[in-house]
C-alpha cells in the first residue's frame, strides 16, 4: 500500500538524515495515513478510505458526501 492521502493527495517527502558527524543518508518523510470507514448515505453503503489526518479533518468539515465526489473527480476509486 503507498503512503498516499486519496482526498488531499499527501505523499511521502524525501530529505537526509544527518548524523553527529554530519554525515548525510538519505530518508523519507511518511504523511500519517489511516484507513478509515464512513457510511454513505447516498449509496447505503460504507466506504473504507485511505487518508492523512488533514484529510480525516476535511471530511469532518465538508461532510462525506463531498469528500467522496471530490476523491472521485480526482480519479480515485471508492
Known amino acids: ?3 498516499h492521502c486519496m482526498l488531499t493527495g499527501a ?8 548524523s553527529h558527524s ?3 543518508t538519505s530518508r ?10 464512513y457510511w454513505l448515505p447516498s449509496e447505503s453503503r460504507y466506504v ?8 480525516i479533518k476535511t ?3 465538508i461532510g462525506i458526501e463531498a469528500a ?5 473527480a480526482l480519479g480515485g476509486k471508492v
Do not use: C, E, W, Y
Open 11 to 18: 505523499q511521502p517527502g524525501f530529505g537526509n538524515r544527518i
Open 28 to 37: 523519507r518523510f511518511d504523511p500519517n495515513i489511516q484507513s478509515k470507514r
Open 68 to 72: 467522496v465526489a471530490r476523491i472521485r
Open 48 to 55: 473504507r478510505l485511505r487518508l492523512s489526518a488533514r484529510g
Open 22 to 24: 554530519h554525515r548525510r
Open 1 to 3: 500500500m503507498s503512503a
Open 59 to 61: 471530511v469532518d468539515t
